[in-house]
């Protein structure tokens, strides 16, 4: 069973920053691409960004230039930065490989206007 680890997550006020971090296993690491999600209080998981092996990235439209997502492949970590961020960006977020494992716990995110 693939154990994904989430952290970083907290209450900041509306314009604030969160870093965001996720340990992959070292095997599932460096062969899949890897993604960031989110679920919002009564809404589905939603999918926010997505690193690839060699590094090209790709994020969803309510996100994008705003959040950004990076891999540190020599300590298997995702992380991902957000800047500027909104009430609306409240949500437990997820990494998770592409295609999708096992989901972890997963780091709650909440944003005071």
């Known amino acids: 069973q693939v154990q994904l680890v989430e952290s970083g997550g907290g209450l900041v006020q509306a314009g604030g920053s969160l870093r965001l971090s996720c340990v992959v296993p070292?095997?599932?690491?460096?062969?899949?691409?890897l993604g960031w999600y989110r679920q919002a209080p009564g809404k589905s998981r939603e999918f926010i960004a997505r690193?690839?092996?060699?590094?090209?990235?790709l994020y969803d439209a309510s996100v994008k230039g705003r959040f950004t997502i990076s891999r540190d492949n020599a300590k298997n970590t995702m992380f991902l930065q957000m800047s500027g961020l909104k009430p609306e960006d409240t949500a437990v977020y997820y990494c998770?490989?592409?295609?999708?494992?096992?989901w972890g716990q997963g780091t709650q995110v909440t944003v005071s206007s």
């Open positions: 690193i690839s092996k060699g590094g090209y990235t």
């Open positions: 070292e095997n599932l690491f460096s062969i899949n691409d």
């Open positions: 998770n490989g592409i295609p999708n494992w096992a």
